[in-house]
T-cell receptor, first 114, second 114 residues
Framework: AQSVTQLGSHVSVSEGALVLLRCNYSSSVPPYLFWYVQYPNQGLQLLLKYTSAATLVKGINGFEAEFKKSETSFHLTKPSAHMSDAAEYFCAVSGNTNAGKSTFGDGTTLTVKP | DAGVTQSPTHLIKTRGQHVTLRCSPISGHKSVSWYQQVLGQGPQFIFQYYEKEERGRGNFPDRFSARQFPNYSSELNVNALLLGDSALYLC?????????????FGPGTRLLVL
């Protein structure tokens, strides 16, 4: 069984500041981890994924995440926030390469202040 | 190429009614997954179908059912609607060819049960 906890339902940063969205997971098997972004009234878009290769994963739009097994974490970062990054972000875990059965966290809403 | 499409975009039903939601996957994708996203929460896995067979089922009552057609499109059916079924229903498709699968989400169907 898998579960995901996203710490902080709302995060607010200034434009140009570091973005850090936290995700901790629980999995009885080696996990596959994903970050998605959801803009209002849209579906989810994959930002990046960890599938047991490199622990530092680079994604689209300048985002990256680091898999830390000892901390069971997969935090999402971006060095400099842009106004267009304002959205809801979801962390998800799957117990195998089949992403179609993923377990999602409850999401973090990112606000970017000018 | 067209992405994942879902219909209808919005739907209003009353308690006790039945609803059918439709999804067309990306061309060449043989797997379709359905998720329920209640306001303020992350998506919850309902079903996955691959090659017209059920590959997984989440923790949802038997009022929820689905099927996949020879062209890989899919329907999600919900009987005896409850107020708590009000949610955004997301469909995602993936190729499931093996290894590091990525699922692509449609824009969703927003269901309101009155």
């Amino acid at each position: 069984a898998q579960s995901v906890t996203q710490l902080g339902s709302h995060v607010s940063v200034s434009e140009g500041a570091l973005v850090l969205l936290r995700c901790n997971y629980s999995s009885s098997v080696p996990p596959y981890l994903f970050w998605y972004v959801q803009y209002p009234n849209q579906g989810l878009q994959l930002l990046l994924k960890y599938t047991s290769a490199a622990t530092l994963v680079k994604g689209i739009n300048g985002f990256e995440a680091e898999f830390k097994k000892s901390e069971t974490s997969f935090h999402l970062t971006k060095p400099s926030a842009h106004m267009s990054d304002a959205a809801e972000y979801f962390c998800a875990v799957s117990g195998n390469t089949n992403a179609g059965k993923s377990t999602f966290g409850d999401g973090t809403t990112l606000t970017v202040k000018p | 190429d067209a992405g994942v499409t879902q219909s209808p975009t919005h739907l209003i039903k009353t308690r006790g009614q039945h609803v059918t939601l439709r999804c067309s996957p990306i061309s060449g994708h043989k797997s379709v997954s359905w998720y329920q996203q209640v306001l303020g929460q992350g998506p919850q896995f309902i079903f996955q179908y691959y090659e017209k067979e059920e590959r997984g089922r989440g923790n949802f009552p038997d009022r929820f059912s689905a099927r996949q057609f020879p062209n890989y499109s899919s329907e999600l059916n919900v009987n005896a609607l409850l107020l708590g079924d009000s949610a955004l229903y997301l469909c995602a498709s993936s190729s499931l060819l093996g290894g590091q699968e990525t699922q692509y989400f449609g824009p969703g169907t927003r269901l309101l049960v009155l």
